[in-house]
């Protein structure tokens, strides 16, 4: 590669100004991208920069991915990748404010995210595409001078520590570290990626470790420019994005170190031959056959594993699936190969097991080294290869668009593979070769003494019994070595006569006419081209993307799908043994790139059809057919109601925010059974039931359906008149069509529905407050609506996640119903949920004086941030079709409802909206209609009083301009007023003055900011479960209720500081929701804007 300075090898070449070498050759793309790229090296530090001009794109975007992860944590520090990588956006020293940059990107219709994974940390960000310099700027100086501030590490360690914690209970991440715990401990991939408060404060301190210094080091070490990869994706000219890369990027220290690398293998034989049994939270059953693999980057060319897992993992007649579904042992398979580390792959086989499956999980184990007995005795069949080369090189040559952050993220992952430069963009979509000795050498990997079982079951085979914990997630576990038996039917293996090879795919597509026809400008919504009594059919040729796909979506309106909770539940069962009945025939078309989902809804059944158009079609016919002549299969049906139920009961063990947003649905809606109503009926329902019910249900149908892409009107006709002619459904009454309704709340109402978080080993709660503002369609409302929501995500994430430090899962938004609309908040955390009640409310307070405080300029740029997200163009066929599809689904109609919003949002002056905050949202108002539903974790109980919490205290003091002061000080002084030697606030005074702030004004005046933190009152705010909350005298005062519909002003009364440990006054707590329900006033059903 070339170095500034060394000669350059041939395919490289140095800029005429010397700031950056330039690939010459072409890089490999799709024949559907015009997008232009250019990839350059920076002269100055080695740092390759992928180049991407959009002539159309509406946003920019960057992602730079730095070469380390988990694998390089040290040992005693497990979780310092994934802390630098929270720690890094903490303010530089061009840009301080520790907010500068989301704020930026908020304020001009972006964000930011980043991840660490084994071996890379990528970080990336998406912004109007008339801001990315100032982005980008901001964006660079993360890796030239970020602060790393000493205020905001103990905070971010909790951050760190509650995403653990969010992940405790999810049997995934247990299962993952289960797996890595259990691997060979000499190597790192054993370590404990996430990290938590134990492994990055607790232990480091015992050592005499200071986080913060370990994370410059690590910084210093790993953060250098020749490890890095950036991408830049904007409408501007590649000579701009060139210029602005070399300028942002050229400081970006080289330390020119070598890649991280590491001697061994996660699986040795010591690993190897073993049984992991694990014991869930779920109610799930599953398999893991775990392979160590050959590397597949540096075989990108031939891509064996590619072949290998196409065929065990194949689903159609003579699989592996379909035996295992013969026998009554297996529902769902999975087969893939996962990258571990550079030199390291893992190959996996999961199934998901029935209740016999687990019982026989040796046999199961079997028919798969069967069918790889098969594979090699057969030796590579070329043709197979060749089929599976022809879908990689269809699906990359009319690969579609992806949101920008989302694509630069990815490519700036690609470059770190070591794909030639030509293959950047191509690299692991083609198969380029056909090597049957490479595909054999990767087989060979799958064998019997190569490979580990984990098995994960509440109730395990043999009455074996879980004796051990894993360290961080507490996953119940044994390990045992392969026993005789399975050792035995491994080494007898026999060819299975009913397993066999695939045959031919009928449905790889092979017309891919587009029938382009230019347009000046693309239509605005579909047209309605049938409607009578039996089907209204909307359709919309493609006029924007041209590739040869389309998209179906199929609603099938039947009153009798939901009008009981049995109802439901019989729907359920069908529209899944319709699919599992459907497996084997549309595997191959989902192969193919066809593909159907089916589902069951309040409505109906919806079935969305998509992919090639060539063999849409000849799909949904069969897909139909299957609809109107199934017979339920009764062995297939006890299984499949087994499925069902465990999903019921799995339910009970979501997240606590999960569940918030679950009942507050449930609470909004006039027509929702809740899981336990069809959990109580599932149990007496048999195939006959289903049998005979589903019939009558298709007898009497509305259709409703829109096809959007790459067919004719005719072909689009045709198709339905099929559909038609198939189910020959009677009509159904105008007064069976009418939408769902919403529950709309009195005027001056407050309502909290509060359960217990079921899981009783979770110590997160959640909550979702929502305030009813209007109906949906009053266009005004929902753009100072949506106005009020765009301004609060920044300020709500920074102060209730970033400062308050109340939990990972932060949130706010706009929620939509039939005929209603609101301001949502959604939260989980440690915390208790009256506190997060209490400190939304406070925000809620604040967020009125931020919108007051806005300068015009910073108020016009908040309305431009979100007419520009209204108008993005859609990036590809799906979404175009599905934001169609929404508002068809509806029941209104509304196809030009972006226009209206940008309209109204354009004459929205600011006191306007102040106005709509104070009678809509202000908690003080006599106008407010909120509701919120409180999961509560069993493990918190509602505290009387609340303690400090120094982190947050000496953040407070910071934000303040008290910086002498250290933790260290200030832990001493809380822990001897606990003591009862001194009130805190005399000590805190005693060391203000000490301090240096010897304005004895200056100091009364900060320490009422800090003193209700110790349990005083205060113009400040409390600090509840641990978190110092600041709210100024200014945003207190504007507590404010609204008095005969007029806008207070600024100089209202004052209003007591609220008592944390209370519900706010007003809230009136539900004890019964059925009841609730059948109070409360329905909305008006869906009336359409469209005249039919």
């Known amino acids: 590669m070339p170095v500034a300075s060394t000669t350059s090898p041939s395919d490289w070449e140095l800029s005429n100004t010397g700031q950056y070498w330039l690939y010459k050759g072409v890089l490999e793309k799709s024949d559907n991208d015009d997008r232009y790229y250019r990839l350059i090296k920076l002269a100055e530090n080695d740092l390759e920069v992928l180049l991407v001009h959009d002539k159309d794109t509406d946003k920019s975007s960057a992602a730079l991915d730095v070469h380390v992860g988990h694998l390089s944590d040290p040992d005693d520090l497990q979780g310092l990748a994934h802390f630098c990588e929270h720690l890094l956006f903490m303010g530089t020293e061009k840009y301080p404010k520790e907010n500068d940059y989301s704020q930026y990107l908020s304020e001009h219709s972006g964000y930011s995210n980043a991840f660490t994974s084994i071996e890379n940390t990528n970080y990336y960000f998406e912004v109007g595409q008339e801001y990315l310099e100032g982005a980008l700027d901001r964006f660079a100086q993360f890796f030239i001078s970020p602060l790393f501030s000493d205020s905001c590490t103990e905070r971010e360690l909790r951050a760190v520590d509650s995403e653990h914690k969010k992940n405790k209970q999810n049997d995934s991440w247990r299962m993952f570290q289960l797996e890595k715990f259990l691997s060979n401990p000499d190597h790192p991939y054993c370590h404990f990626g996430t990290g938590n408060l134990e492994t990055l404060l607790d232990n480091p301190r015992k050592l005499g470790k200071d986080i913060r210094e370990e994370l410059l080091k690590f910084h210093d070490t790993y953060y250098s420019s020749n490890l890095m990869k950036l991408c830049v994706l904007g409408r501007e000219s590649l000579d701009q994005l060139t210029e602005w890369a070399v300028a942002k990027f050229k400081d970006v220290r080289n330390k020119a170190i070598d890649p991280p690398s590491f001697d061994g293998y996660p699986l040795t034989k010591n690993e190897l ?99 790889v007995e098969l594979l090699k005795k057969m030796g590579v069949q070329e043709s197979t290869f060749r089929e599976v080369q022809s879908l990689a090189s269809l699906a990359f040559r009319f690969k579609e668009k992806s949101p920008p952050s989302q694509y630069a993220s990815r490519l700036a992952g690609l470059m770190q593979r070591g794909y030639p430069s030509q293959c950047l963009l191509s690299g692991p979509s083609l198969i380029r070769e056909y090597n049957p000795d490479l595909i054999e050498e990767n087989l060979a990997w799958i064998r019997a003494d190569n490979f580990r079982i984990v098995l994960a079951s509440q109730k395990l085979p043999d009455n074996i019994e879980c004796t051990k914990r894993e360290t961080w997630y507490g996953a119940e576990y044994d390990v045992h070595d392969f026993d005789e038996k399975l050792k035995k039917m491994l080494e007898d293996l026999k060819l299975n006569e009913a397993l066999h090879l695939p045959g031919p795919n009928d449905f790889i597509p092979t017309n891919f006419e587009t029938h382009k026809k230019e347009t000046e400008q693309p239509a605005k919504k579909p047209d309605l081209i049938e409607n009578t009594a039996q089907m209204r059919l909307w359709y919309k040729k493609d006029d924007t993307f041209w590739v040869p796909k389309a998209n179906v979506w199929i609603l099938f309106r039947s009153p009798l799908a939901y009008t009981t909770p049995s109802n439901a539940v019989i729907t359920s069962l069908y529209t899944d043994l319709l699919q599992d009945s459907l497996n084997e025939y549309t595997y191959d078309a989902e192969v193919a790139g066809v593909r159907y989902n089916l589902e069951n809804w309040s409505e109906g059944i919806m079935l969305h059809v998509s992919g090639y158009n060539d063999k849409l079609s000849v799909l949904l016919e069969k897909v139909v057919q299957k609809m109107h002549s199934l017979e339920v299969d009764i ?451 869906a009336v359409p804007f469209f005249k039919f």
């Open 635 to 1085: 062995e297939r049906f006890t299984l499949i109601k087994d499925q069902l139920l465990r999903s019921y009961k799995n339910h009970e063990l979501d997240a606590p925010y999960q569940h918030a947003l679950y009942y507050l649905s449930y609470m909004t809606r006039d027509k929702m059974w809740t899981n336990s109503e069809k959990l109580q009926e599932l149990g007496s329902i048999t195939a006959e039931d289903i049998q005979t019910f589903y019939p009558r249900m298709l007898s009497h149908l509305h259709v409703e359906a829109l096809v959007h892409g790459n067919m004719t009107k005719e072909e689009t006709q045709t198709m339905f008149h099929k559909v038609i002619d198939i189910l020959k459904p009677r009509n159904l009454l105008p007064s069976q069509l009418s939408s769902s309704r919403s529950i709309l709340l009195p005027t001056g109402t407050r309502w909290v529905y509060q359960k217990q978080v079921p899981n009783p080993e979770n110590v997160n709660s959640g909550i979702e407050y929502l305030i009813q503002v209007g109906n949906v369609t009053d266009a005004e409302l929902r753009a100072k609506l949506s106005l009020v929501s765009q301004i609060a995500q920044e300020p709500c994430f920074d102060q209730l996640r970033t400062k308050e430090q109340l939990g990972e899962d932060t949130q706010s938004g706009v929620r939509k119903q039939t005929a209603s609309m609101g301001l949502r908040f959604i939260v989980q955390s440690e915390r208790d949920t009256v506190y997060l009640e209490n400190r939304i409310e406070d925000f809620l307070v604040k967020l009125r004086s931020i919108i007051e405080d806005m300068s015009e300029e910073e108020y016009n740029a908040q309305k431009q941030s979100l007419i520009s997200k209204k108008l993005e163009k859609d990036k590809n066929l799906l979404l175009e079709g599905s934001r169609y599809w929404g508002h068809i689904y509806s029941g209104y109609y509304e196809f030009n409802q972006v226009d209206k919003d940008v309209e109204q949002l354009k004459i929205i002056e600011k006191d306007s909206l102040l106005f709509f905050m104070d009678k809509y949202i202000n908690p003080a108002s006599t106008s407010i209609r909120k509701i919120s539903v409180h999961l509560q974790s069993q493990k918190v109980t509602l505290p009387t009083k609340y303690k400090v919490d120094i982190e947050s205290l000496h953040t407070c003091l910071v934000s303040q301009g008290v910086t002498r002061l250290s933790i260290e000080d200030l832990r001493a002084a809380v822990e001897q007023g606990d003591a009862g030697e001194a009130s805190i606030e005399s000590i805190l005074r005693e060391m203000l003055a000490d301090e240096g702030k010897a304005d004895e004004t200056e100091i009364e005046a900060l320490l009422s900011k800090l003193v209700t933190a110790m349990g005083m009152t205060s113009e400040c705010n409390s600090s509840v479960n641990g978190t110092l909350v600041n709210v100024d005298s200014k945003t207190t005062a504007r507590r404010l209720s609204v008095v005969n519909g007029e806008s207070p002003s600024g100089s209202g009364q004052q209003t007591p500081v609220r008592d944390h440990t209370k519900l706010p006054e007003g809230n009136v707590i539900i004890t019964d929701p059925v009841e609730f329900k059948s109070r409360m006033e329905l909305s008006p059903a």
């Open 273 to 371: 031959t073993k049984q992991i049994f694990m014991k869930p939270v779920k109610d799930i059953r599953s398999l893991d056959m775990v392979f160590p693999f050959p590397d597949q980057y540096p075989l990108y060319g031939s891509q064996p594993g590619r072949y290998i897992s196409h065929l065990i993992g194949h689903e159609g007649k003579g699989s592996v699936l379909s035996l295992l579904k013969k026998h009554g042992w297996a529902n769902f398979l999975e087969v893939y190969s996962v990258h571990g580390g550079i030199g390291f792959e893992f190959f996996r086989i999961s199934i998901d097991l029935t209740e016999e499956g687990l019982a026989q999980y040796r046999d199961v184990v079997t028919v798969v080294f069967q069918y």
